[in-house]
């Protein structure tokens, strides 16, 4: 853009016939041309005429002044250069600074003008574009239902946030990536068939990403959606299907499964996906071996590819390309995803062109539901100030570690090892940390009994606990309840009521059963404090008002004893987002069909040679 007081050509230029400081006479051009040195116009040979003297010419033939034309009046001009009466003769330099100064008068006055303009276009823009990503997000209120995360020493508060991917074909668009609308058309309901506790350190030092596999059973606590006006009392159930009842259904099932304060949601659907990909340029991923998955669609050769749209798409809903085949080896493959973009957000250049970020807030903020405490442009950049602060070496993706369901191979439950990963999470300790941290000798988890005064473990499988609600909030026992099947407890003993509403959390235990009382206070995070030896055979544990949610007890006040961070990855495929070599394991098992066959995709692949490349 050149500037108001320039020519066209965005620099300052001097027109024919304009007034040049310091000419005298036209020129040949129509101007005034000055000679070498500034002065009158030079003759054609290049010299100022000058009379024998070296003065100037007033009589002589080749003279300005002819000998016909009588010479004006001269003043008096002292020899040594003054004028009359003493006073000094101004240089030629002092008799055009006026001339200069207001000039260059005229050039800031323009100046502050077109900037004044700008900063005011500038501001215009900024509203204008503020405004429109402010109008572009969707916000959900979460009602509390996920809890509330506690500060630390220094008052600051870890973040944590329960990302989604919906399977809902809410849009025509949706429709189209996703397909299964042939005869069903645009649906209404949804499934989180994605689901990652997102966890930021008070500190923003570390984070880590947890994935819930979509087959976990669980209980899925009252819920109402208040959009639809659907609702449940609660039931038991494969865990993705609580968004069907509304975020804030899916916020408290993840909270209640794991007992981490969830703060915050976003949901992102199919095209979301595909926005977010395009808006950062394309995604760089690694797979194993050739793969061609026939029911995401995805066909990839061997090797790095950068994906963009569909292509982005099919790689991150691919379960039957990796792994064994199922939800577990898709999470792996998304935290590979997750990770390149992390690092392509993080790469110079990308935050730095006004288009790309352009592009990538638009696109985000199109693509995502949120909760009302992310519900703005000014949140959204504050968490993603948040995020940036975490170099990628302190990034841990991590998959929730599971067990076969007994009731159903399809499914899983929460396998060894979950609740130490949970208690790493809700305790905000780091996974990335130097590895040789001292594990947790606690014998309980508020560390009220010492070791001389524990008896050796009980295993679960051996204990069953009658779970009462003594609370005025329905489904409390049940979840509970739930929680400890889940960890391998018996499910013998059931639920009920109690006989009357209590403050305080208690676990009342008979004679010899101080040892299972013990096992059961720590799959609960329940202190010691909290057990009492009673007069019945059976272990009882009374939810008080102290427990209102959740099915891990909220704890004390005194700092929890850290977590045995290895046993917390274990089984867990962890691994840190700065790790950029990283390729998706392609399934070595017949996993997908081609005209009915059952293929490995690696065969499937071969088989499709016709079919172009998702990234062709």
């Not at 987002?577 to 059952?598: F, H, I, M, R, W």
Request: some cysteine; proline content about 7%.
């Amino acid at each position: 853009m050149s500037e108001p007081w320039n020519g066209p050509g965005g620099r300052t230029t001097r027109h024919r016939g304009t007034r040049v400081p310091g000419g005298r006479g036209p020129g040949a051009d129509g101007g005034r041309t000055a000679g070498p040195d500034g002065g009158r116009t030079a003759r054609p040979d290049g010299n100022r005429p000058t009379g024998p003297d070296g003065g100037r010419a007033t009589g002589q033939p080749g003279g300005r002044r002819t000998a016909d034309r009588p010479a004006p009046r001269q003043r008096d001009r002292r020899a040594d250069g003054a004028g009359p009466r003493g006073r000094s003769r101004p240089d030629a330099g002092a008799r055009r600074r006026p001339r200069q100064l207001s000039r260059g008068r005229r050039l800031l006055r323009a100046a502050g003008i077109f900037l004044s303009f700008l900063v005011l276009v500038t501001a215009g823009v900024g509203w204008w574009f503020y405004e429109h990503l402010n109008g572009n997000i969707n916000s959900v209120s979460l009602d509390g239902k996920g809890g509330t995360e506690t500060a630390d020493a220094f008052g600051r508060t870890p973040i944590n946030i329960l990302v989604m991917g919906s399977d809902g074909r809410t849009s025509e668009e949706d429709c189209k990536l996703g397909g299964g609308c042939a005869k069903t058309g645009v649906q209404t309901g949804s499934n989180a068939d994605v689901e990652m506790v997102v966890h930021i350190s008070a500190d923003r030092s570390n984070a880590t990403v947890m994935s819930i596999p979509r087959d976990t059973m669980t209980q899925v606590p009252a819920c109402k959606n208040t959009d639809t006006g659907r609702s449940t009392p609660g039931y038991y159930g494969q865990i993705n299907s609580a968004l069907e009842y509304g975020p804030a259904c899916q916020v408290a099932t993840v909270h209640q499964l794991t007992g981490i304060p969830i703060d915050h949601f976003v949901k992102l659907d199919f095209s979301g996906v595909v926005k977010m990909s395009d808006a950062v340029g394309g995604v760089s991923v690694c797979v194993s071996d050739n793969v061609y998955d026939t029911y995401s669609h995805l066909k990839l050769s061997r090797g790095t590819h950068t994906l963009k749209g569909v292509a982005a798409l099919q790689f991150v809903r691919s379960r039957h390309g990796f792994g064994d085949g199922s939800d577990l080896g898709r999470t792996v493959s998304q935290h590979i995803f997750l990770s390149a973009m992390l690092r392509k957000f993080k790469s110079a250049g990308t935050l730095t062109d006004p288009t790309a970020v352009y592009d990538l807030a638009d696109a985000a903020t199109k693509a995502l539901t949120v909760d009302d405490g992310l519900g703005s442009v000014r949140k959204l950049v504050a968490l993603a100030t948040d995020v940036d602060k975490v170099p990628t070496k302190a990034m841990t993706f991590t998959t929730m570690q599971t067990a076969p369901d007994p009731r159903d191979r399809d499914r899983v439950v929460v396998g060894p090892g979950a609740r130490t990963l949970f208690a790493t999470m809700a305790n905000d300790q780091s996974l990335s940390a130097t590895p040789g941290a001292k594990p947790s000798t606690a014998a309980s988890p508020a560390g009220d009994a010492t070791p001389e005064e524990s008896t050796p473990p009980v295993p679960a499988s051996r204990i069953a606990v009658t779970v009462e609600n003594g609370t005025a909030i329905t489904g409390r026992a049940s979840a509970v309840a739930a929680a400890l099947t889940e960890q391998g407890f018996s499910r013998s003993a059931g639920t009920a009521n109690a006989p009357s509403r209590t403050a305080s959390t208690t676990l009342t235990y008979g004679a010899g059963q101080k040892a299972q009382a013990e096992t059961v206070a720590k799959a609960l995070n329940l202190p010691a404090s909290h057990l009492k030896e009673g007069a019945g055979a059976a272990l009882t544990l009374v939810i008080g008002a102290d427990w209102p949610s959740g099915t891990s007890y909220p704890g004390t006040a005194s700092a929890p004893a850290p977590a045995d961070t290895k046993a917390a990855t274990a089984d867990a495929h962890a691994q840190t987002a700065d790790q950029a070599k990283t390729c998706a394991k392609v399934s070595p098992y017949k996993t997908v069909e081609l005209n009915g066959v059952p293929m490995t995709p690696a065969e499937a692949y071969a088989a499709a040679r016709t079919k172009p490349d998702s990234d062709a």
